[in-house]
T-cell receptor, first 112, second 116 residues
Framework: DVKVTQSSRYLVKRTGEKVFLECVQDMDHENMFWYRQDPGLGLRLIYFSYDVKMKEKGDIPEGYSVSREKKERFSLILESASTNQTSMYLC???????????FGQGTRLTVV | AQSVTQLDSQVPVFEEAPVELRCNYSSSVSVYLFWYVQYPNQGLQLLLKYLSGSTLVESINGFEAEFNKSQTSFHLRKPSVHISDTAEYFCAVSLNYGGSQGNLIFGKGTKLSVKP
């Protein structure tokens, strides 16, 4: 089975901290994604990557950056956390264009 | 721009009753279609997908969805729901053309609540 692992299920961080959310997939997928999920808004794409060291902005990239140094790992970085970044963050991967994505369990981030 | 609309944010239903969760999309190119399910405090799991071929697709737990190109819809149905089907359901599309990067566009979700 495809496994997408997010490093933390729950995180509490202070305003202004630099936050790293890590995601690892074990199936050699080309594509990886970071989504943010908020009640009533569904999932919104923050960034995605279709190859090592490649990244593309999604719908809501402001306040975030990403890093993909190895194919299996895709990191989401909050340069200076703010309370409006309190949310559920979901990482996903897919093997090629237009196939289904496989999701991690999510990281619930609270910024206080 | 592409978009996905899930017409109902919440659907309460009694156990063993039928249910339909509605999904419409807009796109200028052809699409692939997906339904995902999210149980409380978990990530998303693929429920079923339409890529090509038969417009009626089924999942292993009794759900089905039909791709209707003329109505740009992909409604999810189950003839008899169980308590365990209580979850949030997301409809998603990805674009079917060579330049697409394959990212999914999601609807806002429908919370299905099955009552005894």
């Amino acid at each position: 089975d495809v496994k997408v692992t997010q490093s933390s299920r729950y995180l509490v961080k202070r305003t202004g901290e630099k936050v790293f959310l890590e995601c690892v997939q074990d199936m050699d997928h080309e594509n990886m994604f970071w989504y943010r999920q908020d009640p009533g808004l569904g999932l919104r794409l923050i960034y995605f990557s279709y190859d090592v060291k490649m990244k593309e902005k999604g719908d809501i990239p402001e306040g975030y950056s990403v890093s993909r140094e190895k194919k299996e790992r895709f990191s989401l970085i909050l340069e200076s956390a703010s309370t409006n970044q309190t949310s559920m963050y979901l990482c996903a991967s897919s093997p090629r264009m237009n196939t289904e994505a496989f999701f991690g369990q999510g990281t619930r981030l609270t910024v206080v | 721009a592409q978009s996905v609309t899930q017409l109902d944010s919440q659907v309460p239903v009694f156990e063993e009753a039928p249910v339909e969760l509605r999904c419409n999309y807009s796109s200028s190119v052809s699409v692939y279609l997906f339904w995902y399910v999210q149980y409380p405090n978990q990530g998303l799991q693929l429920l079923l997908k339409y890529l090509s071929g038969s417009t009626l697709v089924e999942s292993i737990n009794g759900f089905e969805a039909e791709f209707n190109k003329s109505q740009t819809s992909f409604h999810l149905r189950k003839p008899s729901v169980h308590i365990s089907d209580t979850a949030e359901y997301f409809c998603a599309v990805s674009l079917n053309y060579g330049g697409s990067q394959g990212n999914l566009i999601f609807g806002k979700g429908t919370k299905l609540s099955v009552k005894p």
